[in-house]
């Protein structure tokens, strides 16, 4: 391997950051690193930076929108004292809205597909939340998460269902905070990737980057049984098919997504994001989730299709969450093999001795 050299010195991070004392765990979101990846790249003639979003205190981009989705309903004020936070989630809001709830004094009741993450589970129920697991349904079938979770908010008395599709308080976060914070960090980005699950990420991030630079492109990712890229491309999807990455891809359009805004959608698939986000730990020390796999695949994609128009730009691309909440899936090799993802190359054990 080509031996990277650099000119900074290792925890330049935290020397910057060191004086930053806070009245509570919130005050630790946001201001994550970026930092440009050597190995991956197919081209020396574009740079891919990653936004590290697992530096979040709850180890995703999704505590940014917790504390901002329930000060936007205790603001409406559909959220009192003692009451009782009620989500649809893939895991992560769950995990950020229950950090801001435990510091907040409130009560959660989370509803989780089932084809999500053990590790996402674990974590909801370790604080405290109640979990209701609900089988992987399509979108008009009452046991479909976000059905149960809205059933359960109307049953229950002093609840409020959050509802982070389609409150637009979701991407407006992004355009309050995350925007801002990448043109400080990265004020010559030229394009902007990230997976698309409610949108708010790419929406909100992309609507205030380009309202700043028109000339930024705002890139979305989804997988392949979504229907998010059909419906950009032809205004009509097939119906969504199964697919193992978590976190992006959808079963319909939330209102959070904003396809005038987009100037691309790529689409990535399992065989290769999976891999992918393996290699993203052998090769930059990036230990991050599956989705975090997916949009560096449909950055190298965009980057390979776009030609001379990529030549000397910036993209920056949104590395959601963490890799230990996969621990069983994607960093586990009798999964990855049991799901035709093993990659010989990637295998985890490939270079052990048996003993
Ligand atoms: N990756 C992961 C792991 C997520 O949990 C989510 C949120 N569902 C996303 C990506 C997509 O972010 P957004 O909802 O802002 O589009």
């Known amino acids: ?38 190995r991956l790249p197919e081209s020396p003639h574009t740079e891919v930076l990653a936004k590290l979003e697992f530096m979040n205190p709850g180890g995703s981009i999704k505590d940014r929108i917790g504390w901002w989705l329930l000060e936007d309903a205790e603001r409406r004020g559909v959220l009192k004292p003692g009451g009782l936070v009620v989500e649809g989630t893939g895991g992560n809001t769950g995990i950020g809205l229950a950090m801001a709830a435990a510091v907040k004094g409130y009560r959660c009741v989370f509803t989780v597909a089932d084809k999500m993450s053990e590790g996402k589970i674990k974590a909801l129920r370790a604080f405290g939340a109640r979990v209701v697991v609900t089988p992987t349904v399509t979108p008009d079938d009452p046991r479909n998460y976000c059905r149960v979770a809205r059933r359960i908010a109307d049953e229950e008395p002093n609840s409020v269902y959050i509802d982070q599709y389609n409150n637009l308080a979701n991407r407006d976060y992004h355009y309050r905070h995350t925007g801002p914070e990448i043109l400080r960090q990265l004020p010559d980005v030229d ?39 059909n419906m950009y491309k032809f205004g009509q999807s097939p119906p969504v098919q199964p697919f193992l990455i978590e976190g992006i891809g959808k079963d319909c359009v939330p209102a959070n997504i904003d396809f005038d805004l987009i100037d691309d959608v ?28 997916s949009a560096i695949v449909g950055a190298l994609r965009w980057i390979r299709e776009a030609g001379e128009e990529a030549v000397g730009k910036k993209v920056l691309v949104i590395l959601p969450d963490t890799g230990s909440r996969y621990m069983s899936k994607v960093y586990d090799d009798d999964w990855m093999a049991a799901n035709g993802l093993l990659d010989e190359s990637v295998g985890i054990h490939d270079e052990q001795e048996d003993e």
């Open 1 to 38: 391997m080509t031996q990277i050299r650099t000119k900074q010195p290792a925890g330049a991070a935290q020397e910057a950051g060191r004086q930053q004392v806070f009245d509570n765990i919130l005050g630790a979101i946001g201001n994550t690193p970026i930092v440009r990846l050597n």
């Open 191 to 229: 394009v902007l990737v990230a997976g698309l699950g409610t949108g708010g990420t790419l929406c909100g991030t992309g609507r205030f980057l380009k309202d700043q630079k028109p000339s930024l492109k705002v890139i979305g990712v989804d997988p392949v049984g979504s229907v998010l890229y």
């Open 266 to 293: 790529v689409q990535v698939e399992d065989k290769e994001a999976f891999p992918l986000t393996r290699r993203l730990l052998k090769e930059e020390g990036i230990y991050a989730g599956i989705s975090s796999g």
